[in-house]
């Protein structure tokens, strides 16, 4: 079957400080791959997605990149964090071309 | 993608049924409606989709509108263990980016 993990649960960053998050999946090959996140009190918002290694899309300008170095491994990077990058960050996959995206647990990040 | 539009919030009491419906007037032939529950500080979970047809899991049905502008999710017999948002979403089903709107908030109470 397959699984998808995502770390840390919860991260407190200064402002200024780097951030790198981490999202594996397990059991399946060749996914689409995405990072959403979702502030206080609001809706999901896709940040980036990904159909292959390297693929990157970006859904909106913001502080954040994201890469695939390889094909179950997506990560979410900022080079100096602000307190506007603070929220609830989730990872998901699907199947290339299918309908259902199954997400991770995600993180909770405070920057202060 | 569609809009789809969605009451803020709802409430429903334990054991009863909840509908919640969406509206997706712009909606096309060829899109989905799919549903899809976030309980709190969770990833969202994935409930059902369809297209023309009504569907039926084991989590709730899904009544489609025949011109399609509407859906309603049926949860037979909610439990606490419901309260969550729901969101109504409508998309290709070609793979690619999936865009939530607010969704709503249902509140099942004892």
């Known amino acids: 079957s397959q699984t998808i993990h995502q770390w840390p649960a919860t991260l407190v960053q200064p402002v200024g400080s780097p951030l790198s998050l981490e999202c594996t999946v397990e059991?399946?090959?060749?996914?689409?791959l995405y990072w959403y996140r979702q502030a206080a009190g609001r809706g999901l918002q896709l940040l980036f997605y990904?159909?292959?290694?390297?693929?990157i899309s970006s859904e909106v300008p913001q502080n954040l990149s994201a890469s695939r170095p390889q094909d179950r491994q997506f990560i979410l990077s900022s080079k100096k964090l602000l307190l506007s990058d603070s929220g609830f960050y989730l990872c998901?996959?699907?199947?290339?071309?299918?309908?259902?995206?199954?997400f991770g647990s995600g993180t909770q990040l405070s920057v202060l | 993608d569609a809009k789809t539009t969605q009451p803020p919030s709802m409430d429903c009491a334990e054991g009863r049924a909840a509908n919640l419906p969406c509206n997706h007037s712009?909606?096309?032939?060829?899109?989905?409606v799919y549903w899809y529950r976030q309980i709190h500080s969770q990833g969202p979970q994935y409930i059902i989709h369809?297209?023309?047809n009504n569907e039926t899991n084991e989590m709730a049905s899904l009544i489609i509108t025949e011109d399609r502008k509407s859906s309603t999710l049926i949860l037979p017999h909610a439990t606490l263990r419901d309260t969550a948002v729901y969101y109504c979403?409508?998309?290709?089903?070609?793979?690619?980016?999936?865009?939530f709107g607010q969704g709503t908030e249902l509140s099942v109470k004892p």
């Open positions: 990904s159909v292959g290694i390297g693929q």
């Open positions: 369809g297209l023309k």
């Open positions: 712009t909606i096309s032939g060829n899109e989905y």
């Open positions: 059991g399946t090959s060749n996914p689409n």
């Open positions: 998901a996959w699907s199947r290339q071309n299918y309908e259902k995206l199954f």
């Open positions: 979403i409508a998309r290709y089903n070609q793979g690619g980016k999936l865009i």
